[in-house]
């Protein structure tokens, strides 16, 4: 009856994020933390519309997001948790020791962010779109938050920087802001999502250790837009084609890092009771104890 027309291989999704594979509970969590978000921005930005039933089903839609959202952030906090309490008590940063105790290192965790970031922020589209200014001009859209800004709404005249590639540096260029609408929910959607990175970072913080996640660059591993002919480091440097392939494996996860996540993954079913490379929750979902016997089997 229900024939599935998109995700397969002779009819991949249009979207590139959303056909990457999701084989392990690490990829998931940053799924629903990273490309969850972006979901988040785009309902918002058709909450503004003009045309009320858009924006009355989006606004309802958004409340989903949340909860989605809540997933990734604190499955990957109980990620980080676990990793730094084993480092702790091996008194360890050694990758290949932490390995051994069953534990994701928190550089694998980092790769993982920047895959994740990277084909995440590809999403919101190319960063000058006629497109993007008709939807906007005729109502279909408007900017996250539309009703917080102070300029006129209507934008004409106004201008936005986006990055470019000029003689092997990334540079700023000032384009018509009504063309570079993407980009400014794209930059609306960094700075949200840079919050929970910082919010794992108290987890790692507070265990003691020294080790800063971060979220890569805008220009880093894109594949839609200006920047896709480019490469370009975590930090914000263009490199050769060689530079890149000696140094991809530090900064986007490697087989064998998806291998070793992969090995991790188990079934645990008790109530309680904890995979050993995750931290049990906080508080369980809806607010029930943490052994709370959320689902039954007859
Ligand atoms: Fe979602």
């Known amino acids: 009856m229900l024939q599935r027309n998109s995700g397969n291989e002779d009819n991949p999704r249009i979207l590139q994020a959303f056909n990457e594979k999701t084989p392990d509970w690490l990829s998931f969590f940053m799924f629903t933390y990273f490309t969850d978000r972006d979901g988040k ?3 918002c930005a058709l909450a503004e ?10 606004k309802f839609m958004l409340t989903e997001e949340a909860h989605h959202m809540f997933v990734g952030e ?6 980080i948790q676990r990793t730094v309490d084993v ?3 091996l008194k360890t940063d050694d990758v290949a020791k932490l390995r051994a105790a069953g534990v994701i290192d928190l550089p694998t965790i980092q790769r993982y962010i920047n895959f994740h970031f990277s084909v995440t922020i590809d999403l919101f589209g190319a960063d000058e779109s006629s497109n993007a200014a008709t939807f906007y001009s005729s109502g279909l859209k408007g900017r996250y938050e539309e009703g917080k800004r102070n300029d006129d709404h209507v934008l004409k005249g106004n201008t936005y920087k986006i990055l470019a590639v000029e003689e092997g540096k990334l540079i700023e260029k000032e384009v018509p802001m009504l063309n570079a609408l993407n980009e400014v929910l794209r930059d609306d959607y960094i700075v949200d999502s840079k919050g929970g990175i910082e919010r794992w970072n108290r987890v790692i913080e507070k265990a003691g250790i020294s080790f800063k996640l971060t979220a890569p660059h ?5 594949n839609i837009g200006s920047l896709s002919g480019s490469k370009i480091t975590p930090d914000g440097r263009v490199v050769t084609s060689e530079e890149w392939m000696a140094k991809v494996g530090e900064w986007l996860p490697t087989n064998e890092d998806r291998a070793y996540v992969g090995s991790l993954m188990g079934r645990v079913t008790e109530p309680g009771k904890f995979a050993n490379w995750i931290a049990p929750p906080v508080m369980g979902i809806n607010r029930q104890p943490v052994d709370f016997d959320y689902v039954r089997f007859s």
């Open 74 to 79: 604190s499955g990957v906090s109980r990620t």
């Open 218 to 222: 805008k220009a880093f591993h894109r």
């Open 49 to 58: 519309s003009a045309f009320d039933p858009l924006a009355r089903t989006t």
């Open 41 to 43: 921005f785009q309902l």
């Open 87 to 89: 480092m702790n008590q």
